[in-house]
Structure formats: C-alpha cells, structure tokens
C-alpha cells in the first residue's frame, strides 16, 4: 500500500497548485481593466497587438503552473539528486497556457463555467500524469505517457481551433503554431525516446505546420477545418520521426504518417 501511494503527488500539493491556478483566471475573468495596444507601423504595413489583462494572466498562470510542479515533482522518491526533470514541467506548463486561450473567448458565455471546470480536471490530470511518468518503473508509468501524448495532442487541437475562431491574423498565428508544434514535439518525442531530445525533429516539425498553417489561413476553412488539418500533420511527422528512431525502414515508416495525415484531411473536408 506504500508503494502505491508513493507513484502518486501529495494531494495538498495539487490542491495548493491547481487553486493557484484557478485563481488566476478567475481573477482574469472578473476583474475588468483597460488594455494596451502595442502597434508597429511601417511603410504599407500596419499590425495592432492587444495586451489584457487575460493575455497577462495567462502567461502568469503558465508560470506558476511551471514553479508549482517543479515543488510537486522534488517530492517524489524515486527522484535522483542530479537528474533533471525540467522535461515535466514542459506539458503541464502548456497545458495552463493554452486552456486561457479558450477561457477568455469564452468569457461571456454561460459556457465559461463549464470551461472553467474542465480546466481544472485537465490540469490536474496533467500534472499527475507528468508525476507518475518520472519512474518508469510504475505499473501505470505506461498509462500515464499514454495518456500525455493524447492530451498533447488535443492541447494542440484546442489552441489552433481557438486561433482560428478568435480571427487572430496569420502575423501571430504562424509563430504560435510553430512555437507551440516544435514544444508538443519535442515532449511526446522525448516521450516515445530514451531520455532523448531530439531538437532538429521538434524545430522541422514546428516549421512545417507553421507554413502549412500559413498557406492555410485564407482558405475558407471552419475552426474545426483548420484545427484537424494541422493536428494530423503533427501526429503523422512525429509519429513518422519516432519509426525512423526505431530503425523502421523508412517504407514501413511513411505508411502510417501518410494514412493518418489523410484521414485527418478527409475528415476536415467533409466537417
């Protein structure tokens, strides 16, 4: 019975972690502030970036989330001295940075409630999942990378589709597909590896969605469209960099990329 209470986070720390937390986009959502517009104006070139007080907080909340799991995760047992474990505080730390996205275009909507409650419940599985994932050893280790990669990828899914309903102009969308692409990458790779980062795959990947991104923006696609056709291309290039790790032929290794890449694209034509 030790053993098993040993795979999982104090439940204070949690608790104390996912308040924080919730407080902060709480805070973002009640409390009403004017915003500031940063401009940059050039010849035949104009680009207006708003910051509120719900794009502040949200950066606030990705911080705190990252502090708060590095304490969550030095109370773990099998933690050694001089391993690192910066790898787990990357997905949590996303995850609290791209459910504000949704939460403020949700702000006047009765739907924020239900947002705001299902924020809690994934960041705290999140978090839990990152804990137990640090022994590889754990009988649910595997469950838990499991379930990481699956929430990795609709974390993607959900910031693309918000993008896309919030009419965010391509300027900042292309830069937040790539950043968020390579991240998510290098995560799930590091996942399916051994102890491995593999950084030219997370910057390739990140760079490919970003221009398909890009060529996609003007396209009449729905939120839903834009948002499956990006997510495919992600999983089938990471899934296609963690068969050539493996040393699967590289015949063996392009059929599943390409099957899942176009039934993603199939499904986001006839969405």
Not at 19 to 30: E, G, I, Q, R
Request: charged share 10%; net charge neutral.
């Amino acid at each position: 019975m030790q053993q098993t209470r040993s795979q999982l986070p104090s439940s204070d720390r949690i608790g104390i972690l996912i308040a924080s937390v919730l407080l902060t986009f709480a805070l973002s959502h009640f409390v009403q502030s004017p915003g500031l517009t940063l401009s940059l104006s050039l010849p035949g070139f104009y680009y207006a970036f708003p910051i509120t007080i719900g794009s502040f907080m949200t950066l606030f909340a990705a911080a705190l989330t990252a502090a708060g799991m590095d304490w969550i995760i030095r109370d773990h047992p099998a933690l050694a001295e001089k391993r690192s474990h910066l790898e787990h505080l990357l997905l949590p730390t996303l995850t609290a940075f791209v459910i504000g996205t949704p939460l403020s275009l949700l702000a006047d909507s009765p739907a924020w409630n239900w947002g705001f409650l299902l924020a809690a419940v994934l960041l705290a599985a999140v978090c839990i999942a990152e804990y137990i994932s640090l022994d590889p050893s754990a009988p649910v280790s595997g469950f838990a990378r499991a379930g990481l990669k699956a929430v990795a990828y609709a974390l993607f899914l959900t910031l693309v589709i918000s993008l896309r309903f919030a009419g965010a102009r391509m300027i900042l969308v292309t830069p937040y597909i790539f950043v968020v692409a390579g991240l998510i990458s290098l995560r799930i790779l590091h996942l399916d590896g051994e102890d491995h980062w593999d950084f030219p795959w997370a910057i390739g990947i990140g760079l490919v969605c970003a221009q398909v991104g890009a060529g996609l923006h003007y396209w009449t696609l729905s939120p839903v469209q834009f948002g499956l056709a990006i997510t495919g291309l992600i999983y089938g290039l990471t899934l296609f960099s963690a068969s050539l790790a493996e040393d699967v032929p590289i015949r063996r290794a392009v059929v599943g990329p390409v099957i899942v890449i176009g039934a993603a694209w199939v499904a986001a034509i006839f969405l």
